[in-house]
C-alpha cells in the first residue's frame, strides 16, 4: 500500500505491541493502526487532499495515516482554529474535511472517520507507492503579513528528514519517544508521529504535555519545547522521574540557559536542541552523546548545508560572534507555497538557498545560534548589530527573572533602542540594566525595561514579538 515505504512500522517490519501508539490513554497496536488507517484511506482515494481536525486523539493519528496511505495531501487543522481561518485553511488547499470535527460546519462534502475500536481488515488495496515528490502534508503558518501560508511537504522531504534525525539521535525501535506537543506542527506531528512510524519506536503521547504526564510516561525520548521544559524544570519530582530516559530533545524555540541547567541538575540529562521550519524540517541539531551547549543548536544534519551571510552578502566569519542570515538547502525543503508561486521564488537566493529569515552565528567548529528573527530580533543600534537572545539569556541569568524577551524599538537617534520586557520580581528594571550592562558589552544592555505579568505565546510556547511591538 502507499505509504508502507514512508512509515514502515505499518508495513510489520518492526516488533508490534498492543499498545505501540498510545495517545492521551488509547492504545492501539501498529497493525490495528495500519488496518483502521487503510480503510480511510480506502474511501478516501482520490480526494485532493483532506484536511484533519488535530486534537490529540488516536482519531487524529488514524486520519493523518490514513491520508499518507491513500496518497492523498493532508492538511492538518487546529481544533480550536476560528471560522476564518478554518475557512481560509479549507479554500487555499482545496481540501476535503473529514467528519467528526468541527469542519464540518464549513460545508462542502465531509466524509466519516471510522472509529479506531470499529474497523476490520487491513484495507488494504495494494496501491502504488506515490513519486517521491508527490505533497504528503500541507501545513499552514503564519508569517507577519496576510492569511496562513500552506507549506507543501513532500514525502521524500519527511523521509530524507526523519532518517537524518534518527542517525543525529541514535533513535531506533527500540525507544519509547514520549510529548504531549499539538498535531498540527512539524514538532508534534512530523517528529512526534510519523517519526516514530518510521523509527518503529513506540510512541506516547501524553494528551498534554504536563511534568506529571512526562514522569508517568517511562520513555527513553522525550520532546519538549521550551514551555514544556521550564515546567518541568519547576517540579523536581517528575524532573527526577526522567532520570532513566535517554534523550531529552528541546524546539521550536531558543531554550533559556538557566532551565537547561536546571535540567541537567535534576534529570542528569544536558537536553538536545535543533533548529528548523515548517519550510526546512529540521536541518541543524546537536548530536546524542555529543556536546550539548545551552543555547547551541548544533551542527548540520547529514545531507544538508547551512551558510550565515553578513550584511554585505559574503559569509560571515565562523568565529561565534558575527551575525547573519541563516541561509539552507537540502532534500528535506518545502516544495513551495501552496498557490503562492511568487512568494515562494522570493524565499530563495539566485543560487537555490532557502532565506530563513533566522539570523544565527556559527563558530569554527561549525556549532550555530540562533540569535533570532531578523524582522524581530536582529537590533541595529548605534551602528551596531545586536542579536535580542544573546541580552535575553543575559536577564534569565538573574536569580528573580522567570521569562525576558527582547525587541528593538525605533528610536531618533539610535536608530533603535533595546527594550526588554520582563516576568520577575523583587528586582527594579533599573537594577536589570545594570545586571546586563555588567555581563555584556555596554551597548548591549537594555534602555528600558518592562516589568510585565507574562509575555504573549503561541501554541508552540513562542513568545509573539509582534504583539510587543503594537503595544499588545
Not at 541547567?261 to 535543533?274: M, S
Amino acid at each position: 500500500m502507499a505509504g508502507m515505504t514512508l512509515l514502515p512500522a505499518l508495513s510489520g517490519r518492526y516488533q508490534d505491541r498492543a499498545d505501540a501508539v498510545v495517545v492521551n490513554g488509547e492504545a492501539m497496536s501498529y497493525e490495528r493502526l495500519a488496518a483502521s488507517a487503510g480503510a480511510l484511506a480506502a474511501r478516501i482515494a482520490g480526494a485532493p487532499a483532506v484536511a484533519v481536525t488535530a486534537r490529540p486523539a488516536l482519531s487524529t493519528v488514524v486520519a493523518v495515516v490514513g491520508g499518507l496511505l491513500a496518497g492523498v495531501p493532508v492538511v492538518p487543522v487546529p481544533a480550536d482554529a476560528g471560522p476564518l481561518e478554518r475557512d481560509h485553511l479549507l479554500a487555499d488547499s482545496g481540501a476535503v474535511p473529514l467528519a467528526d470535527a468541527d469542519l464540518g460546519a464549513a460545508g462542502g462534502r465531509t466524509l466519516t472517520v471510522a472509529g479506531s475500536a470499529s474497523v476490520a481488515g487491513r484495507g488494504d488495496a495494494g496501491w502504488a507507492e506515490p513519486p517521491g515528490d508527490a505533497p504528503a502534508l500541507i501545513l499552514y503558518t503564519s508569517g507577519t503579513t496576510g492569511p496562513p501560508k500552506g507549506v507543501v511537504l513532500s514525502r521524500d522531504a519527511i523521509a530524507a528528514d526523519l532518517d537524518a534525525l534518527a542517525e543525529a539521535w541514535a533513535w531506533t525501535a527500540g525507544d519509547t519517544l514520549v510529548h504531549g506537543l499539538p498535531l498540527y506542527h512539524v514538532h508534534g506531528l512530523v517528529l512526534g508521529v510519523l517519526g516514530a512510524l518510521r523509527t518503529g519506536s513506540r510512541l506516547v503521547h501524553t494528551g498534554r504535555p504536563t511534568p506529571a504526564g512526562y514522569a508517568a510516561a517511562d520513555g527513553s525520548l522525550y520532546f519538549g519545547v521550551p514551555t514544556v521544559w521550564s515546567r518541568v524544570a519547576r517540579d523536581p519530582v517528575a524532573a527526577r522521574a526522567l532520570r532513566d530516559a535517554r534523550l531529552l530533545v528541546s524546539g521550536s524555540a531558543a531554550l533559556p540557559a538557566p532551565v537547561f541547567q536546571t535540567l541537567h541538575a535534576l534529570t542528569g540529562h544536558r537536553p538536545v536542541e535543533r533548529y528548523g521550519m515548517t519550510e526546512t524540517l529540521i536541518t541543524i541539531s546537536a548530536r546524542a552523546g555529543g556536546p550539548a551547549i545551552p543555547g547551541a543548536v548544533g551542527t548540520v544534519l547529514p545531507g544538508l548545508s547551512a551558510r550565515v551571510l553578513g550584511e554585505s552578502g559574503a559569509p560571515a566569519p565562523a568565529d561565534g560572534e558575527a551575525i547573519g542570515e541563516l541561509q539552507v538547502r537540502g532534500p528535506t525543503l518545502f516544495s513551495g507555497y501552496r498557490n503562492l508561486p511568487d512568494v515562494t521564488a522570493a524565499s530563495f537566493t539566485v543560487d537555490g538557498w532557502f532565506r530563513t529569515g533566522d539570523v544565527a552565528t556559527v563558530d569554527p567548529a561549525g556549532v550555530h545560534r540562533i540569535v533570532g528573527r531578523s524582522s524581530t530580533d536582529l537590533i541595529k543600534s548605534g551602528g551596531y548589530r545586536i542579536g535580542a537572545g544573546e541580552v535575553e539569556n543575559a536577564l534569565l541569568t538573574h536569580p528573580a527573572v522567570r521569562e525576558a524577551a527582547v525587541i528593538g524599538v525605533p528610536h531618533a537617534d539610535l536608530g533603535e533602542e533595546i527594550v526588554a520586557y520582563v516576568v520577575a520580581r523583587g528586582v527594579s528594571g533599573s537594577e536589570l540594566i545594570d545586571f546586563v550592562a555588567d555581563r555584556l558589552s555596554a551597548h548591549k544592555r537594555p534602555r528600558t525595561v518592562h516589568l510585565v505579568e507574562s509575555l504573549p505565546r503561541n501554541a508552540m510556547g513562542k513568545v509573539q514579538k509582534k504583539r510587543l511591538l503594537l503595544g499588545d
